[in-house]
């Protein structure tokens, strides 16, 4: 049974750092694409940022692009997110995903998800 545990989220002033983990088991991690999705309050669940299995790519949504940084470990089978410069519209409930990278759509489609973690950040 796959399993994600998500660990790091707290409570931040703007501009402060979290470093989110996510630790894996009862999936072969190096053959499954992995990322982060959030969900603030009352909005969709949306994508962060993944690394793809294939080329170990790594890819961020304009939101976060240049703040937020993934990294991943196939031999711990663990992903990481560090997050610079917080704002407070990145509040939300973080979920670390594993899935299969869909070329025609230029995504990763989850298969798997973590119970997520919670980040708030205040003014």
């Known amino acids: 049974e796959a399993q994600l545990v998500e660990s790091g989220g707290g409570l931040v002033q703007a501009g402060e750092s979290l470093k989110l983990s996510c630790a894996t088991s009862?999936?072969?991690?190096?053959?499954?694409?992995i990322g982060w999705f959030r969900q603030a309050p009352g909005k969709e669940r949306e994508r962060v940022s993944y690394?793809?299995?294939?080329?170990?790519?790594?890819f961020y949504e304009d939101a976060v692009k240049g703040r937020f940084t993934i990294s991943s470990d196939d031999a711990k089978k663990m992903v990481w997110l560090q997050m610079d410069s917080l704002k407070p519209e990145d509040t939300a409930v973080y979920y670390c995903?594993?899935?299969?990278?869909?070329?025609?759509?230029?995504?990763?489609?989850?298969?798997?998800w973590g119970q997520g973690t919670q980040v708030t950040v205040s003014s």
């Open positions: 995903a594993a899935g299969d990278y869909m070329a025609p759509m230029a995504t990763i489609i989850p298969y798997f």
């Open positions: 690394v793809r299995a294939s080329d170990r790519a790594q």
């Open positions: 009862g999936f072969s991690f190096d053959e499954y694409s």
